[in-house]
C-alpha cells in the first residue's frame, strides 16, 4: 500500500528566506505527484503537478522535484513572503486494481512571519 | 468561471438520517472524485469516477455511495450516517485521469 509521508509537520520561517518542504513515498510506480496549498477553511489549489518521467516543475517562486527511484520529491519556495504561509500538501497518484488511485501526506503547516 | 461546487457547505444532522452531498463540475472534466480529511489523518479517497462508465473505490468507501450518471455531476451519498463519518469532505476533478485537480469548497458534516 502506498504511504506518503511529509516532514516537518509545521515550519515557521522568517520572510524571505528560501525553504525546502519534503514529501516522501513508499511505492516508486506512479504516475504523477502533485503539490497542494491549502488555506484554513478552503479547499486545496494545485501548485505543481509532476508526471513520473519528468524530474521537476517550476512555477514563479515554487519549484517541485521528483525523484522516483528515492521515494522523494521537494517543494522549493524561494524569497518567502507571509501571504505564502498554508498548509502544503503532496499527493500520488499510482495504479491500483487496474485503475488509479491517490495518497496524500498529511501536510506541512508553514508559517512566515513578516 | 470554472469551478467545482458542492452543496451543502455545512450539514448537521443526526444518526442515521440518509443525506446526500452535491458535487458538479462545469469544465467538461472526465475524471472526479471524493475526499474526507480529518485531523492527524489528512485527506483520504472515498470514492473515485474516471468517467462516467467507470466508478471504483477509495481507501474508505465504507459508509458512502456515489453516482455517476452524468458527466458534470458526482453526488456522494451517506444512506446512514454515523457519528464516525463526521469529517470535511471535498469534491474534485481534472481533464483525465488523476491530473491536476480542482477542488471544490469543502462540505463540513457532523453526525449526532
Known amino acids: 500500500k502506498q504511504e506518503v509521508t511529509q516532514i516537518p509537520a509545521a515550519l515557521s520561517v522568517p520572510e524571505g528566506e528560501n525553504l525546502v518542504l519534503n514529501c516522501s513515498f513508499t511505492d516508486s510506480a506512479i504516475y504523477n505527484l502533485q503539490w497542494f496549498r491549502q488555506d484554513p477553511g478552503k479547499g486545496l489549489t494545485s501548485l505543481l503537478l509532476i508526471q513520473s518521467s519528468q524530474r521537476e516543475q517550476t512555477s514563479g517562486r515554487l519549484n517541485a522535484s521528483l525523484d522516483k527511484s528515492s521515494g522523494r520529491s521537494t517543494l522549493y519556495i524561494a524569497a518567502s513572503q507571509p501571504g505564502d504561509s498554508a498548509t502544503y500538501l503532496c499527493a500520488v497518484s499510482y495504479k491500483s486494481g487496474g485503475y488509479q488511485k491517490v495518497t496524500f501526506g498529511t501536510g506541512t503547516k508553514l508559517q512566515v512571519i513578516p | 468561471e470554472a469551478q467545482v461546487t458542492q452543496n451543502p457547505r455545512y450539514l448537521i444532522t443526526v444518526t442515521g438520517k440518509k443525506l446526500t452531498v452535491t458535487c458538479s463540475q462545469n469544465?467538461?472534466?472526465?475524471?472526479m472524485s471524493w475526499y474526507r480529511q480529518d485531523p492527524g489523518l489528512g485527506l483520504r479517497q472515498i470514492y473515485y469516477s474516471m468517467n462516467v462508465e467507470v466508478t471504483d473505490k477509495g481507501d474508505v468507501p465504507e459508509g458512502y455511495k456515489v453516482s455517476r450518471k452524468e458527466k458534470r455531476n458526482f453526488p456522494l451519498i451517506l444512506e446512514s450516517p454515523s457519528p464516525n463519518q463526521t469529517s470535511l469532505y471535498f469534491c474534485?476533478?481534472?481533464?483525465?485521469?488523476?491530473?491536476?485537480?480542482?477542488f471544490g469548497p469543502g462540505t463540513r458534516l457532523t453526525v449526532l
Open positions: 469544465m467538461n472534466h472526465e475524471y
Open positions: 474534485a476533478s481534472s481533464s483525465r485521469g488523476w491530473d491536476t485537480q480542482y
